[in-house]
């Protein structure tokens, strides 16, 4: 079955309301049903199943089976490479982090004034992003979102017991600092995650208000992993902005031990998964998908 949780989002909710509120319905899987769950998230909801699983490891509960990440934002303080390359030469059609995703990235964190005229993120091209929580007899995946505001309680629909549950988040730019997500997924797996504070190299500088963009809470990226993290498939593009961000978590990841997948495609953007025109985008869901399949569940 699918799970795709409603949770709130900034500038009126910085983190860590989105955290708290899949957690909440992370939790209610993994212990209370006693789900297997895969966890997947594209764009800010990669950052999102990021941190569930980080957080489900800190706190001794369930791992997810495994984890889909599409064009994850994992560094919110923009220090990868592919995010000056690709505004530099308006390679990305999507994204700028001089409009949206530095902005979006202090909403997040809760350094924006809730009302403000700061507080205002104007967006290029809207990829839009998603959440989904995934159980069925296979898993398997597709995303897809819109635009939406923030939401109140997490929420989550399924279908199915006894059968492996998947969970990705996702928000607008920034686990939600605009759009709110939805996703689509057939046949699922099962997953979760926590929170905390601190500075980084590379940062953005020094915390106004809430946490620091280049915490562990707020980029994942800097987190330190485990062997013992689940097996990862991760997405992107040659022209993703935030390529870097995959390119650096499947080298951190694999070199501590975990299976990952880096699917890079030729000449396109971030999560051009959400274009169901482009032939790449069905043949990237297919193949996350059968490393989904190929995971002991």
Excluded at 245 to 273: C, I, M, N, P, Y
């Amino acid at each position: 079955r699918l799970v795709a949780p409603t949770y709130r989002l900034a500038p009126e909710h910085p983190y860590p309301a989105a955290f708290q509120d899949a957690m909440a319905v992370y939790r209610a899987l993994v212990i209370e049903e006693q789900k297997k769950v895969i966890l997947i998230g594209q764009s800010a909801g990669g950052n999102l199943a990021l941190r569930l699983a980080l957080g489900a490891q800190e706190s001794g509960i369930p791992l997810p089976v495994c984890v889909a990440l599409l064009s994850p934002w994992c560094d919110l303080t923009h220090s990868g490479d592919s995010h000056s390359t690709m505004g530099k030469f308006n390679l990305d059609p999507t994204l700028s982090v001089e409009h949206f995703l530095g902005p979006a990235s202090l909403a997040y964190a809760g350094q924006l004034a809730k009302g403000g005229a700061d507080s205002e993120i104007s967006c290029e091209p809207d990829t839009g992003e998603s959440s989904s929580m995934d159980a069925a007899s296979e898993p398997s995946l597709g995303a897809k979102s819109g635009s939406g505001t923030n939401g109140a309680k997490p929420s989550g629909k399924s279908a199915n017991d006894n059968e492996p549950d998947s969970t990705g988040q996702s928000g607008s730019g920034t686990n939600g600092a605009d759009p709110e997500s939805s996703s689509q997924s057939a046949n699922g797996g099962e997953p979760d995650t926590v929170g905390g504070s601190g500075n980084r190299p590379g940062d953005s500088g020094g915390q106004v208000h809430g946490f620091d963009v280049g915490s562990v809470e707020i980029s994942p990226l800097f987190a330190d992993f485990s062997s013992s993290f689940p097996p990862t498939v991760i997405s992107s593009g040659t022209r993703d902005m935030l390529l870097s961000d995959s390119v650096r978590l499947a080298k951190k990841l694999r070199g501590v031990g975990v299976t990952v997948d880096l699917q890079v495609t030729e000449g396109l953007w971030h999560v051009f998964e959400w274009y169901p025109e482009l032939v790449e985008a069905e043949q990237s869901i297919a193949d996350i998908s059968a490393f989904l399949l190929r995971q002991p569940q």
